[in-house]
Antibody
Framework: DVQLVESGGGLVKPGGSLTLSCAAS????????MNWVRQAPGKGLEWVSS????????DYADSVKGRFTISRDNAKNSLLLQMDSLRVDDTAVYYC????????????WGQGVRVTVSS | SYVLTQPPSVSVAPGKTAKISCGGS??????VHWYQQKPGQAPLLVVY???DRPSGIPERFSGSNSGNAATLTISRVEAGDEADYYC?????????FGTGTQVTVV
């Protein structure tokens, strides 16, 4: 079975840093594009960042560009999100999501990890 | 940036049909995907590429897309269908989600 398990969330002060991890299993990780999607408390879904299967393509939402860095280690089946210069409005549940091979849709999601940015 | 507009809420009686709209400029030219999210859970893909269903999703869930609106239809609604629903498209190298619709089974 496909499993995506996020970790690394927590409470951080504005301006601080945090690194989220996503451990993947149950599929050939190196053949799928991977993404981070977040959801602020009581709000809708917001795409954050995407990385292609072989690291050849990376993109970010304007709201995090220049502050967040996505990366992956195909040998370890892991996805990372380095978050710097965190702001209060980065507070959200962050989901790791696999992108379907045939369509730009997210076919599997992790359970999410909570990030709270507060002084 | 591309905007997808959904009604904030839809109410439906058990056994009836719920229709959730997703409006966007010329959305009929794009592929639309739909997610179901129950409280405290991660989203679940229920329809992709306008009208296809992933394995395990009941046939009661169907989709259509034309012109400036896409629609998710839930037939024979059950209590377990109560959730938030989001549409999503890929536009200009970005993944765009709709504003979300809360479906209440009354």
């Amino acid at each position: 079975d496909v499993q995506l398990v996020e970790s690394g969330g927590g409470l951080v002060k504005p301006g601080g840093s945090l690194t989220l991890s996503c451990a993947a299993s149950g599929f050939t990780f190196s053949t799928y594009n991977m993404n981070w999607v977040r959801q602020a408390p009581g709000k809708g879904l917001e795409w954050v960042s995407s990385i292609s299967s072989r690291n050849s393509y990376i993109d970010y939402a304007d709201s995090v560009k220049g502050r967040f860095t996505i990366s992956r280690d195909n040998a370890k089946n892991s996805l990372l999100l380095q978050m710097d210069s965190l702001r209060v409005d980065d507070t959200a549940v962050y989901y790791c999501a696999r992108e379907d091979i045939a369509a730009p849709a997210f076919d599997y999601w992790g359970q999410g990890v909570r990030v709270t940015v507060s002084s | 940036s591309y905007v997808l507009t959904q009604p904030p809420s839809v109410s439906v009686a058990p056994g009836k049909t719920a229709k959730i709209s997703c409006g966007g400029s010329n959305i009929g030219s794009k592929s639309v995907h739909w997610y179901q999210q129950k409280p405290g859970q991660a989203p679940l893909l229920v329809v992709y590429d306008d009208s296809d269903r992933p394995s395990g999703i009941p046939e009661r869930f169907s989709g259509s897309n034309s012109g400036n609106a896409a629609t998710l239809t839930i037939s024979r609604v059950e209590a377990g269908d109560e959730a938030d629903y989001y549409c999503q498209v890929w536009d200009d190298n970005s993944y765009v989600f709709g504003t979300g619709t809360q479906v209440t089974v009354v």
